[in-house]
Structure formats: C-alpha cells, structure tokens
C-alpha cells in the first residue's frame, strides 16, 4: 500500500514539474505547502504516533475495552481543539509564518502575496491529516496497516485532478494545487472512519482536562514534537536559506527530496510503523529479548535497502530526473540542477532510515527526552555545517549551491542516527548480533557490484536528452532492474539468504 502512495506521489510530482516546471510561482507553492507538512511530519509520522502508540497499545494489553475506547475520544476530543485553534492562528498568521519561513520572498512582493495566499488555502490540512493519523494509530495498533498506509494516494490524487483540471480554470493557475491539498485532508480523514467503525473505535470527540491517559501523551509527546523532526527541520532551515538563492532553488531541492522520499518511506516510514506497536507490546510484557531482537530485525532489513537505493539514486540522478520530469516546463538546465541535489541528497539516506528504525526503540519506552537530546545536537551539526561549508561556498559564487544545503542535511542524518544507536547500547536496550561484522562486508560487496554494472552501462546525459519518454523509459527501467539482479545476485553468492532479513528471530 504505502509502494501504491509513493508511485502515486511520482506521478504527481511528474505532473507538477511538466505542468509549472520548476520556478517562482512553484518556489512559492512549495513553501505553502510545506509548513502545514512539517506539521503532518510530526504529526503523522512523528510525535503524534510515538506518543500516542505505546499508550494506546498499554491501554489495549492491560485495561478494558471500555477504558481503551474513553481514551480514543479523549484524545480525539483534545487533539480537535488543540489544532483547530492552531489553524485559525496559522490562517490569520499566514503574511508573518511566510517571512519566517521563506524571507528571501522579500524582495520579491508578488511571490511573497502568492505564498501568503496559498498557506492560508492549505493550513487546514494539518487539521484534517493529524486527525487522521490518530485514526492510522488507532488502526495501527490493532495491525490494520493497509488502510492508514494507503490513505496517502488520496493527497495525490486531489493535486493530480487539481494540476490538470482546475489549474486552468484558474487565473493563477499554481493555486489549484493549494485548493488539491485542502480537498485531499478531508477525504483523507473520510477514507478511514469506516476502518474504525468496523472494529468499534469511531471516536466521539470529548475534552477532559485532566485525563490520565491524554496527559501521558502530552507529556511523551511534547518533547518528541522536536526528536521525531529533525530531518523535517533541517529541510526548513534548507528552504529559508534556498529563498535568497537564484529562482527555482526552493523546487530544486523539493524534486530532489522527493526522490529520496520514496525508499525511506517505503522502507524506512514502514518498517517504523511496523516495529513501534510490536516494540510497545515487548515492552509492556518486560520482554528485553524480543525486543532488542526487533530493533536488530529492523536495522538489517534497512541497511540491506538502504545502501543500494542510495548508490542507485546517486548513480541514477541524472536519468531518472530526465525520465520523469523533463517535459515541457522542465527544462534541461532544471533536470541538471534537480540531479545535482539528489545525488548529493541520497548520501543521507541511510541516516534517514536508520532513524526511523531507531527512534521506536525510544519511543515504545516512553522515552522521549533522549531523542530530543539527540535531535538538538543533529541540528547544531546541521549549523554547523551552514557556517563551514555553505556561506563560504555561497560567498564564492560556488556552482549549485542549494546541492550544499542538501549535503548538510545528509551529514546532519548520519550524525542523528549515531547518536541514537550509540544511546541504545549503552542503555543495554539494543545488543546487536554476531553475524553483522560479515553481513556489513558482504552488502558492501553487492553495492560495490552493482555500482560497477550501473557505472558500466549507464548512457551518457547528454544522450537521454534526445530520446523520447519511451525511450527514456524502457533504458531506465532496464537499468534499475539489472542493478536489482546484480545486487541479490552477488549477495546470494556471497551466502546471504532472503531469510537473514526477512526472520525477525
């Protein structure tokens, strides 16, 4: 389900790029856009759910159904308010939240009245979203992973039927996919409630200020607003920074991110929504075994992904941007500006899926401060590296500098992921096991033959340019394929079997 959502993700980004390519009017959707997602991030795939989880699966292990389904209204009841005052605030903020956000649009009043604009449009989707991801924990507890993993497709849907059937009724044709986004929350929030109907927990909202389990999960979830988020917030120190570089940075490095979006999300996003309620349940039966177990179950199963997306995404920048976004509005000079981003960008995958297997380990027991900790620290590095290496860079009139800003961000990830595997084994929570010294060598040298094919057959650039998207296609297709082959090939030569990764115990 959640591979459905992603490709459909592809297919609306493809239309995005073709329809408005890659320029101010975008810069300015993307910047709208992606302040009500930092809130989903955190939301949906973050705070929210680790706070929210391992209280719920507690509630479901040890007390009654009754007490279970108080906790389900209360929690929606608190959650309603909450946003809904958020939301109000954020519309009527939206001029000062764009300054904040994107101050290199100063200089451009026209960009910065559009992104105004906008925001005010797609606010209300956070509202719509993080309900929802409190109906996708509800379900997720209960292991029905298909339909919250599945829900995603109905956001690409709606900015897909907005690109190609709104915008040109539009005097502004870019503001459809603002009025795509706002739609897509509430059928979002619909598509679910039926799931929850059918195993009895359609939440009626209610607000109780001292309820016991609703301040349990503010209490795990306050801290966790920050740990589950970095990697969101280095992208938003990206995007303020990329609104005083040359037009199109801020689109640059979302297409880039995007493609990078799609193995962490399938991998990394999944295996972290998987693990958490089974790292909840092994904590809450006191079972240290199983639980380190789990973790170790997850960071084979992510490095082993991992390692070869990211080869593949570095390997594959340029004919995979060319592929699928140079039509039309997308130019050449975008599709090499895009590739730049992403090849640098995909270093950080790793890191980026590393904490999302990580950080369950925390947060199924009901440690939150420890990532936060972390965080703050992965954010200074991120800093850190601005100062080093982007300033410079900038002040020099360095080539594609908004591909530094994604460097920092992939450096910061590593730094993240670390830190947090150095916590679990000196806590004594994660005791890695004994074959990964052989496994570690034997995946490098699957990557390291797969690198050789794809360095071997790969087209020159210039080449794809002149074919058409068939073309394109099938050449592309066939490399992603034979790089597939070699890398099981040469791992199953090497002794590794599926069931070394796929075997929890």
């Given at each position: 389900?959640?591979?459905?959502?992603?490709?459909?993700?592809?297919?609306?980004?493809?239309?995005?790029?073709?329809?408005?390519?890659?320029?101010?009017?975008?810069?300015?959707?993307?910047?709208?856009?992606?302040?009500?997602?930092?809130?989903?991030?955190?939301?949906?795939?973050?705070?929210?759910?680790?706070?929210?989880?391992?209280?719920?699966?507690?509630?479901?292990?040890?007390?009654?159904?009754?007490?279970?389904?108080?906790?389900?209204?209360?929690?929606?009841?608190?959650?309603?308010?909450?946003?809904?005052?958020?939301?109000?605030?954020?519309?009527?903020?939206?001029?000062?939240?764009?300054?904040?956000?994107?101050?290199?649009?100063?200089?451009?009043?026209?960009?910065?009245?559009l992104a105004t604009w906008?925001?005010?449009?797609?606010?209300?989707?956070?509202?719509?979203?993080?309900?929802?991801?409190?109906?996708?924990?509800?379900?997720?507890?209960?292991?029905?992973?298909?339909?919250?993993?599945?829900?995603?497709?109905?956001?690409?849907?709606?900015?897909?039927?907005?690109?190609?059937?709104?915008?040109?009724?539009?005097?502004?044709?870019?503001?459809?996919?603002?009025?795509?986004?706002?739609?897509?929350?509430?059928?979002?929030?619909?598509?679910?409630?039926?799931?929850?109907?059918?195993?009895g927990l359609l939440p009626?909202?209610?607000?109780?200020?001292?309820?016991?389990?609703?301040?349990?999960?503010?209490?795990?979830?306050?801290?966790?607003?920050?740990?589950?988020?970095?990697?969101?917030?280095?992208?938003?120190?990206?995007?303020?920074?990329?609104?005083?570089?040359?037009?199109?940075?801020?689109?640059?490095?979302?297409?880039?991110?995007?493609?990078?979006?799609?193995?962490?999300?399938?991998?990394?996003?999944?295996?972290?929504?998987?693990?958490?309620?089974?790292?909840?349940?092994?904590?809450?039966?006191?079972?240290?075994?199983?639980?380190?177990?789990?973790?170790?179950?997850?960071?084979?199963?992510?490095?082993?992904?991992?390692?070869?997306?990211?080869?593949?995404?570095?390997?594959?920048?340029?004919?995979?941007?060319?592929?699928?976004?140079?039509?039309?509005?997308?130019?050449?000079?975008?599709?090499?500006?895009?590739?730049?981003?992403?090849?640098?960008?995909?270093?950080?995958?790793?890191?980026?899926?590393?904490?999302?297997?990580?950080?369950?380990?925390?947060?199924?027991?009901?440690?939150?401060?420890?990532?936060?900790?972390?965080?703050?620290?992965?954010?200074?590095?991120?800093?850190?590296?601005?100062?080093?290496?982007?300033?410079?860079?900038?002040?020099?009139?360095?080539?594609?500098?908004?591909?530094?800003?994604?460097?920092?961000?992939?450096?910061?990830?590593?730094?993240?992921?670390?830190?947090?595997?150095?916590?679990?084994?000196?806590?004594?929570?994660?005791?890695?096991?004994?074959?990964?010294?052989?496994?570690?060598?034997?995946?490098?040298?699957?990557?390291?033959?797969?690198?050789?094919?794809?360095?071997?057959?790969?087209?020159?650039?210039?080449?794809?340019?002149?074919?058409?998207?068939?073309?394109?296609?099938?050449?592309?297709?066939?490399?992603?394929?034979?790089?597939?082959?070699?890398?099981?090939?040469?791992?199953w030569a090497l002794g590794?079997?599926?069931?070394?990764?796929?075997?929890?115990?």
């Amino acid at each position: 389900m959640t591979l459905l959502s992603r490709l459909a993700g592809f297919v609306r980004d493809m239309i995005i790029a073709i329809t408005f390519g890659a320029t101010g009017t975008t810069d300015a959707f993307f910047v709208a856009f992606r302040i009500p997602n930092l809130l989903r991030r955190m939301f949906a795939e973050g705070a929210f759910a680790q706070a929210f989880v391992p209280v719920f699966t507690e509630y479901r292990k040890k007390r009654s159904a009754e007490e279970m389904k108080d906790l389900a209204d209360h929690v929606t009841g608190t959650l309603l308010l909450f946003l809904s005052v958020i939301t109000i605030v954020g519309i009527l903020a939206a001029p000062l939240l764009i300054w904040l956000f994107a101050p290199g649009f100063g200089n451009d009043p026209d960009k910065q009245a559009l992104a105004t604009w906008m925001l005010r449009i797609t606010f209300p989707y956070a509202l719509f979203i993080s309900l929802t991801a409190l109906a996708g924990g509800m379900l997720n507890s209960f292991g029905k992973f298909a339909v919250p993993a599945f829900t995603p497709v109905f956001l690409n849907l709606c900015m897909i039927a907005a690109a190609l059937w709104l915008a040109p009724l539009l005097d502004q044709p870019v503001t459809a996919l603002a009025w795509g986004v706002f739609a897509a929350g509430i059928v979002q929030l619909s598509f679910q409630l039926p799931a929850l109907w059918k195993i009895g927990l359609l939440p009626r909202p209610r607000f109780q200020r001292a309820h016991d389990g609703v301040k349990r999960i503010i209490k795990l979830m306050l801290p966790a607003l920050f740990g589950s988020s970095v990697a969101q917030l280095n992208m938003l120190l990206n995007t303020i920074l990329a609104s005083f570089l040359a037009s199109g940075s801020i689109s640059w490095l979302y297409f880039s991110d995007r493609f990078v979006e799609l193995p962490l999300a399938l991998f990394g996003i999944t295996l972290s929504t998987v693990i958490l309620p089974k790292l909840s349940a092994e904590h809450a039966t006191a079972d240290p075994e199983a639980f380190s177990r789990t973790l170790d179950w997850g960071l084979r199963l992510g490095i082993a992904i991992a390692l070869p997306a990211m080869l593949g995404l570095m390997l594959l920048s340029t004919p995979i941007i060319a592929t699928l976004l140079q039509y039309q509005a997308f130019t050449d000079h975008e599709t090499k500006m895009v590739a730049i981003a992403l090849a640098v960008y995909s270093i950080g995958l790793p890191g980026f899926v590393l904490v999302k297997i990580l950080a369950p380990g925390f947060y199924a027991r009901q440690d939150t401060a420890t990532p936060v900790r972390i965080g703050i620290t992965a954010i200074g590095a991120n800093i850190a590296l601005y100062a080093i290496l982007v300033v410079p860079w900038i002040l020099l009139d360095g080539p594609a500098p908004h591909a530094a800003l994604a460097f920092c961000a992939a450096i910061s990830s590593f730094v993240n992921a670390g830190l947090l595997f150095r916590t679990l084994k000196k806590l004594g929570v994660y005791r890695p096991g004994k074959e990964w010294a052989s496994i570690l060598v034997k995946i490098g040298l699957g990557c390291g033959a797969m690198a050789a094919v794809l360095i071997a057959l790969t087209p020159d650039a210039a080449q794809w340019e002149g074919w058409s998207a068939l073309r394109r296609g099938g050449v592309l297709a066939g490399l992603i394929g034979v790089a597939v082959v070699s890398y099981l090939a040469s791992l199953w030569a090497l002794g590794i079997r599926p069931r070394k990764f796929l075997a929890q115990d």
